[in-house]
């Protein structure tokens, strides 16, 4: 008997030391990604940024470095997903990952996806041709489209936020 508490006592303090552990690595793992948080118009935080540029970026240069180049499917998804977060109404108000989508950004997706083969691309390539020129039309349905294909769980686009595509249209596209 006396063992067996020794024992239990013993995986207790192994699951405690683990469990803190983990949150402390969790914690600095993310502190140096998030760089910024997206605000409503009441103030309330909605979602957060990390290093979704950089990948967006590392992307970008091997896309343009090969005719065809190894990538993962769900960062593609993932950076469709992003762009599109800006210019969305989540439900629960929430969403995960922003990339502004400017013309420099939209450039860069665009170039990525021509040189990818992943169901959608040519949907998403139609619809990004039009965001090039300020028209940012289907926002909803790349949204949602890319958010299935990572199973998705919060933050389905419900709308448009017409709020910061008017914003996005008088920095880029007056």
């Given at each position: 008997?006396?063992?067996?508490?020794?024992?239990?006592?013993?995986?207790?303090?192994?699951?405690?030391?683990?469990?803190?552990?983990?949150?402390?690595?969790?914690?600095?793992?993310?502190?140096?990604?998030k760089k910024e948080q997206?605000?409503?118009e009441s103030g309330k935080?909605?979602?957060?940024?990390?290093?979704?540029?950089?990948?967006?970026?590392?992307?970008?240069?091997?896309?343009?470095?090969?005719?065809?180049?190894?990538?993962?499917?769900?960062?593609?998804?993932?950076?469709?997903?992003?762009?599109?977060?800006?210019?969305?109404?989540?439900?629960?108000?929430?969403?995960?990952?922003?990339?502004?989508?400017?013309?420099?950004?939209?450039?860069?997706?665009?170039?990525?996806?021509?040189?990818?083969?992943?169901?959608?691309?040519?949907?998403?390539?139609?619809?990004?041709?039009?965001?090039?020129?300020?028209?940012?039309?289907?926002?909803?349905?790349?949204?949602?489209?890319?958010?299935?294909?990572?199973?998705?769980?919060?933050?389905?686009?419900?709308?448009?936020?017409?709020?910061?595509?008017?914003?996005?249209?008088?920095?880029?596209?007056?």
């Amino acid at each position: 008997m006396k063992k067996l508490k020794q024992i239990l006592f013993a995986l207790i303090i192994v699951i405690v030391v683990g469990v803190i552990g983990y949150k402390l690595f969790e914690e600095v793992s993310y502190k140096d990604s998030k760089k910024e948080q997206v605000k409503d118009e009441s103030g309330k935080v909605v979602s957060y940024t990390g290093n979704y540029q950089e990948l967006l970026q590392k992307e970008f240069d091997k896309a343009k470095s090969y005719k065809v180049f190894e990538f993962k499917q769900d960062n593609i998804y993932d950076l469709v997903h992003w762009m599109s977060n800006p210019v969305i109404k989540a439900k629960q108000g929430k969403k995960i990952g922003f990339i502004e989508p400017s013309p420099d950004n939209i450039y860069k997706l665009k170039t990525i996806l021509e040189k990818t083969k992943i169901p959608h691309r040519d949907f998403f390539l139609e619809n990004l041709k039009n965001w090039e020129k300020g028209k940012f039309t289907n926002v909803e349905d790349i949204h949602n489209t890319a958010w299935k294909m990572l199973d998705g769980s919060i933050g389905r686009a419900i709308g448009e936020d017409k709020a910061e595509i008017n914003k996005l249209k008088e920095k880029y596209y007056k």
